[in-house]
T-cell receptor, first 116, second 114 residues
Framework: DAGVTQSPTHLIKTRGQHVTLRCSPI?????VSWYQQVLGQGPQFIFQ???????GRGNFPDRFSARQFPNYSSELNVNALLLGDSALYLC???????????????FGSGTQLSVL | AQSVTQPDIHITVSEGASLELRCNYS??????LFWYVQSPGQGLQLLLK??????LVQGIKGFEAEFKRSQSSFNLRKPSVHWSDAAEYFC????????????FGTGTSLTVIP
C-alpha cells in the first residue's frame, strides 16, 4: 500500500504569488492534517480536515486555506506568498478508526517551498 | 496552552553508547505523547506513543520512553545507539479530543560518531 503522497516535492515561487500543494492520504484514511516546518523548527499545525470538513485550524493567517475532496485527498493553498512562508509543508493522514482520537499520524515526505 | 520543550538542540554520542533525549511538556490533563524521527529531507516517522497505562512504552528500532507525570517529562532512551540512528528527533503532545492538532518541540539533532 502506498503511504501518504505529496506533490510537488520541491517548489520555487516569488513573493506575492499563489501556491497549491497536494496530498493523497493512505487508502482508507479519512483525515488529513497539514503542518508547516520551518528550517530548524518543529512542525506547526495548520489545518485538519475530516470527511471534507475543517476540524481544526492553527494560528495561521487567512492567506492559508485548504480543502478536502470526496476521495479524501487534500489541497493546501497559500496566497500572497511571503519570504517567511518558505518551509517544508507536511501532510499527515490518520487511521480510519477515528480521526478525532489523536491516535497516530502518518506523514508524507513533504513539499519544500522556497519563496524568493 | 499545550507546549513541548526539548532542551537539547544537538547531541553527539558514540556508536554503541546509550542515549537519552529529553522532553518536557505543558498540558492541563493527561496528554497524548509521541516521539517522531525525521531523516534529512524526509517526513516524520512515529517511534512510539503514550496514551495511558504502563508509563514505560516500547517503540520501534529499540527505542523506549518513560512518562513521568510528576516531572511532566517523556524522555526517549535507547541502550545502544547505531550509526543509522543519526537524525532529528521530535517530541509531540496531542490534546485529547482536539483531533490531530499536535504540538511539536523544536527537535534534537543526533549525531553518532564511530
Amino acid at each position: 500500500d502506498a503511504g501518504v503522497t505529496q506533490s510537488p516535492t520541491h517548489l520555487i515561487k516569488t513573493r506575492g504569488q499563489h501556491v497549491t500543494l497536494r496530498c493523497s492520504p493512505i487508502s482508507g484514511h479519512k483525515s488529513v492534517s497539514w503542518y508547516q516546518q520551518v528550517l530548524g523548527q518543529g512542525p506547526q499545525f495548520i489545518f485538519q480536515y475530516y470527511e471534507k470538513e475543517e476540524r481544526g485550524r492553527g494560528n495561521f493567517p487567512d492567506r492559508f486555506s485548504a480543502r478536502q475532496f470526496p476521495n479524501y485527498s487534500s489541497e493546501l493553498n497559500v496566497n500572497a506568498l511571503l519570504l517567511g512562508d518558505s518551509a517544508l509543508y507536511l501532510c499527515a493522514s490518520s487511521s480510519p478508526s477515528g480521526a478525532l482520537t489523536n491516535e497516530k499520524l502518518f506523514f508524507g515526505s513533504g513539499t519544500q517551498l522556497s519563496v524568493l | 496552552a499545550q507546549s513541548v520543550t526539548q532542551p537539547d538542540i544537538h547531541i553527539t554520542v558514540s556508536e554503541g553508547a546509550s542515549l537519552e533525549l529529553r522532553c518536557n511538556y505543558s498540558y492541563g490533563a493527561t496528554p497524548y505523547l509521541f516521539w517522531y524521527v525525521q531523516s534529512p529531507g524526509q517526513g516524520l516517522q512515529l517511534l512510539l506513543k503514550y496514551f495511558s497505562g504502563d508509563t514505560l512504552v516500547q517503540g520501534i528500532k529499540g527505542f523506549e520512553a518513560e512518562f513521568k507525570r510528576s516531572q511532566s517529562s517523556f524522555n526517549l532512551r535507547k541502550p545502544s545507539v547505531h550509526w543509522s540512528d543519526a537524525a532529528e528527533y521530535f517530541c509531540a503532545v496531542g490534546a485529547r479530543g482536539s483531533g490531530n492538532q499536535f504540538y511539536f518541540g523544536t527537535g534534537t539533532s543526533l549525531t553518532v560518531i564511530p
